[in-house]
C-alpha cells in the first residue's frame, strides 16, 4: 500500500493497528468509510469435548466482566481505530504540597500545576495547533499510557521497552540519565559502581532506578 503497488487493502482492522503500529507507519495507513464486515472470534473446540462448552463460555463471561480481555487487548495493541476527538485529553498528574516531581510537575506558588513538561506541551501544542484539555490522573494511570477511554496524551514519558504496544512515541524532547548519587565524603569509597554491590540503595518506587535495582 505504502509501495503505492495498490490503493488500498482489505484486512481486519485490529491486525493492521497493529503490524502498522510496530513498524511506525501507523500514521500513514487509517480505514475509510465504515467496515464492510464484522465477525466475532471464538474458542473453538472438537465435538467430543462438548462438555467443556459451558465452564469455557462462564469462563470468558467472566474474563471480560472483570475485564482481563481489555487488559489483554491493550497489552498486545489490539484495537479499533478511533478518530482523534476535536479536543484531545491530555494527562495532568495529580500532586500535592510535596509530591512534585521537580522540575517536570510541580506546584507553582498559588497551587497550579507547572514544570518542564506542562510548559512545554503548552507550547508544543500552540506551534502544533491541537486542541486540549487537561485531565487530572494518577501518577500510575499516567505511567501506563493513553487509553481510548480515558486520555490521549501524556506531556512527557521515558521511552521503555516493556511499554504497552498501544502507544506511539514522538522523537525524543529531550534526554536524561540515571546515576547513582553518594554523599560527597564517601566519594573515596566508590571508585567505582560495582563498589556499590551490597550496599543499601534507594531508589522511587515505579521508577526506572526501582526496577534495575529489582534486577540487580
Known amino acids: 500500500l505504502l509501495a503505492g503497488d495498490v490503493d488500498a487493502i482489505l484486512f481486519p482492522e485490529d491486525a493492521v493497528q497493529v503490524w502498522s503500529h510496530r513498524a511506525g507507519v501507523d500514521n500513514r495507513i487509517v480505514p475509510v468509510g465504515p467496515s464492510m464486515a464484522a465477525f466475532d472470534r471464538v474458542v473453538v473446540l472438537n465435538r467430543s469435548r462438548a462438555n467443556l462448552l459451558q465452564p469455557i463460555e462462564r469462563a470468558i463471561r467472566m474474563m471480560k466482566s472483570d475485564g482481563t480481555i481489555s487488559e489483554l487487548q491493550r497489552r498486545f ?110 566519594v573515596p569509597n566508590y571508585p567505582t559502581i560495582a563498589m556499590l554491590h551490597g550496599r543499601r540503595i534507594g531508589a522511587v518506587g515505579g521508577t526506572f532506578a526501582a526496577r534495575q535495582l529489582a534486577i540487580d
Not at 506551534?127 to 501524556?154: K, T
Open 77 to 186: 495493541g489490539i484495537s479499533q481505530y478511533v478518530p482523534p476527538p476535536p479536543v484531545l485529553t491530555v494527562a495532568k498528574p495529580v500532586v500535592g504540597p510535596g509530591e512534585d516531581r521537580v522540575p517536570y510537575y510541580e506546584l507553582d506558588e498559588t497551587g497550579n500545576l507547572g514544570g518542564f513538561a506542562i510548559e512545554a506541551f503548552r507550547d508544543l501544542a500552540a506551534l502544533a495547533q491541537l486542541e486540549y484539555q487537561f485531565r487530572d490522573v494518577s501518577f500510575p494511570e499516567m505511567l501506563e499510557g493513553p487509553r481510548s477511554d480515558s486520555f490521549d496524551i501524556v506531556p512527557l514519558l521515558a521511552t521503555s521497552p516493556d511499554r504497552p504496544q498501544s502507544m506511539d512515541y514522538s522523537i525524543p524532547i529531550e534526554n536524561f540519565t540515571v546515576s547513582a548519587f553518594v554523599r560527597s565524603e564517601d
